[in-house]
């Protein structure tokens, strides 16, 4: 079954192609990409890499979600980031030697391609423009997460929890009867790891927005009903 999926994303290169790393190959770069790629099944809850394993796999999901989270200096997990399908992850093992800062673990069940480091790096050889594009993504990981550790240390939680939302509307936002739901299981305790802060606290931030009609929440699931209303609160602008 995962011999013929992936036979299936190879015969189709405009799947892979909807991957930021892989966009704007050619039909016959696309093929070669995705013959080179084995395709591994992840069930709920187990993880396909921790922080500080050695980075020797590039992952793109192509079904479920992820979680990507750190471990802070006092033992706190932190929820760095969401994974969603044909998103990559795991860019870092062009890098030799280099290690997964982060823990990536499976919220529901997922299928990803890997590319082993060596497949990665023969990709890289054929299509040097990837190089580059690597480059890219690895730097632009690490601002994303010194951005993610400025906001953890500087801002107040009322402000991280609206822009921790605003981001899942990004990723996972759809239209929904009088607003935005976020389509994915996402429980209270998953949004304070995403902000650094306590259940309690999350839980008193959501009651208030609730009783003032910016969102609705119900088990593992939040839906925006003012979404301009938490831009204000992320940017920290007066209500108009």
Do not use: K, N
């Amino acid at each position: 079954m995962e011999q013929e999926t992936a036979q299936q994303i190879a015969c189709q290169p405009a799947l892979l192609r909807q991957c930021r790393f892989f966009h704007d190959l050619d039909d016959q770069a696309l093929t070669y990409a995705a013959s080179a790629a084995h395709l591994a099944r992840t069930a709920a809850g187990a993880f396909l890499f921790h922080q500080g394993d050695p980075a020797e796999s590039f992952y793109v999901l192509v079904s479920g979600h992820g979680r990507l989270s750190q471990i802070s200096a006092e033992g706190q997990q932190v929820i760095m980031g969401l994974v969603t399908p044909y998103q990559e992850v795991g860019i870092v093992a062009a890098i030799r030697g280099a290690e997964y800062p982060l823990d990536l673990q499976a919220i529901d069940d997922c299928a990803a391609l890997v590319w082993e480091r060596a497949a990665l790096l023969a990709l890289i050889e054929r299509t040097p423009r990837l190089a580059l594009r690597a480059l890219h993504m690895v730097s632009g990981r690490f601002v994303e997460l010194q951005q993610r550790y400025r906001e953890l240390s500087t801002e107040r939680v009322e402000r991280r929890v609206a822009r921790a939302l605003l981001r899942l509307v990004a990723q996972v936002g759809r239209p929904d009867a009088g607003g935005i739901a976020l389509d994915l299981p996402l429980a209270r305790q998953d949004i304070a790891e995403m902000t650094g802060t306590t259940l309690y606290t999350v839980s008193r931030i959501l009651s208030g927005w609730e009783q003032q009609g910016i969102v609705s929440t119900g088990r593992e699931r939040v839906a925006l009903l003012l979404p301009q209303r938490l831009t204000q609160i992320a940017e920290d602008l007066p209500e108009s």
